[in-house]
């Protein structure tokens, strides 16, 4: 880690996507950071599915990469340069990052979920242009309302799981009150396993978890699930009947399934997001059975939750973490990320504490 007082460089290493299938590693420049900004040092990054799209397709659904942008929103890391005003974390805090900056825009939203205001810009993200550059950098300068402490108790390759978590939080908490309910999660990537955890920590009675491959249900029940189902087998998911379903696939054979499996009356949380365009989906049975199908997109102050639960330890979700690679090892660690077969959430590091796993 660099020292406090060190002069920092001007450029440092960075995860730069440039077109499909172009990934590279380049040096950045370092932004000198406005009187509301510090700089924070980057130790461990997880990726996420649309840091996987923009390598492998030059897209995130509909954010088209126009230019070179660099990667990634899940990161730790420590501030090494507080804000010039005074504001904010102090130098040596460890932090986790909200990513977006809610804004504005033409469509009218409700003002107390900043998540859907139409102008919202989020790190890592060729939503607009010019792009937002993302965070997989060595040292990243941010806005201190984006930093969030890190307690001591946290340490900070765990803690590079607090933004998807916040993700499974704001998911769950669309569903209600699950305190001795049943429910059931379609998909248990790194998403739906996190989903699972939540589910644990907020009282469900019975959780069931859902994928097409052993290790993704390995790894939900390591972090809570009571029974786990293959993803074939749709007449065991519909026996469920679960009083509330996350969607957390993100395909239309995963909602079918998440519509047949929950209880009438029940209600489906749709946190995968589909593909742009029309969906074969049952959509008859969820009007005759009366359901609930509720959208979930990131999160707002979920993230603030998400820490108090790690640091109690009433969250439990470091087994979602399968895989370590250092950012020279970057086009090797998304390629087994990639690979939902055998890992769960891959993590970059960043500083000196890097290893390949």
Not at 29 to 34: K, S, T, V
Not at 315 to 343: C, N, W
Request: glycine share 10%; with cysteine; charged share 20%.
């Amino acid at each position: 880690m660099a020292s406090i007082t060190e002069k920092l460089p001007a450029t440092g290493p960075a995860l730069v996507a440039h077109a499909a299938g172009d990934l590279r590693i380049d040096e950045v420049p370092l932004p000198q950071p406005a009187p509301d900004e510090a700089v924070v040092e980057v130790l461990y990054g997880g990726i996420c599915g649309s840091d996987l799209h923009y390598w492998l397709h030059g897209a995130a659904g509909e954010s088209i990469l126009k230019a070179p942008l660099v990667l990634g929103h899940e990161i730790s890391g420590v501030v090494v340069r507080p804000a010039a005003s005074g504001e904010g974390p102090q130098a040596g805090t460890a932090v986790a990052v909200h990513p977006a900056t809610p804004g504005p825009g033409a469509a009218r939203y409700p003002e107390d979920r900043p998540n859907l205001s139409p102008g919202c810009t989020y790190l890592g993200s060729a939503a607009r242009y010019p792009h937002n550059d993302g965070a997989f950098s060595r040292y990243v300068t941010l806005p201190v309302r984006m930093l969030r402490p890190l307690p001591d108790s946290i340490d900070l390759r765990t803690a590079a799981l607090i933004e998807p978590a916040s993700v499974a939080w704001h998911a769950v908490s669309r569903g209600g009150d699950v305190r001795g309910k049943t429910a059931l999660v379609i998909g248990s990537g790194p998403i739906g396993a996190l989903t699972v955890a939540v589910l644990k920590r907020a009282g469900a009675a019975r959780i069931t978890a859902v994928d097409l491959h052993p290790k993704p249900l390995e790894i939900a029940t390591a972090v809570g699930a009571d029974e786990v189902i293959d993803a074939a087998d749709t007449e065991a998911i519909a026996a469920v009947e679960a009083d509330v379903v996350i969607e957390s696939s993100g395909n239309h054979h995963g909602l079918a399934s998440a519509i047949k499996g929950a209880v009438r009356g029940g209600t489906v949380v749709m946190v995968g997001l589909l593909p742009t365009g029309m969906q074969p989906v049952p959509i008859s049975l969820a009007i005759t059975r009366e359901l609930q199908l509720l959208g979930s997109f990131r999160f707002n102050d979920e993230i603030d939750d998400v820490i108090t639960a790690l640091a109690d330890g009433s969250l439990h979700i470091e087994p979602v973490i399968t895989h370590e690679f250092p950012l020279a090892d970057a086009l090797h660690a998304f390629e087994v990320a990639k690979d939902s077969t055998s890992s769960g959430k891959v993590l970059l590091s960043f500083g000196d504490a890097g290893q390949t796993q």
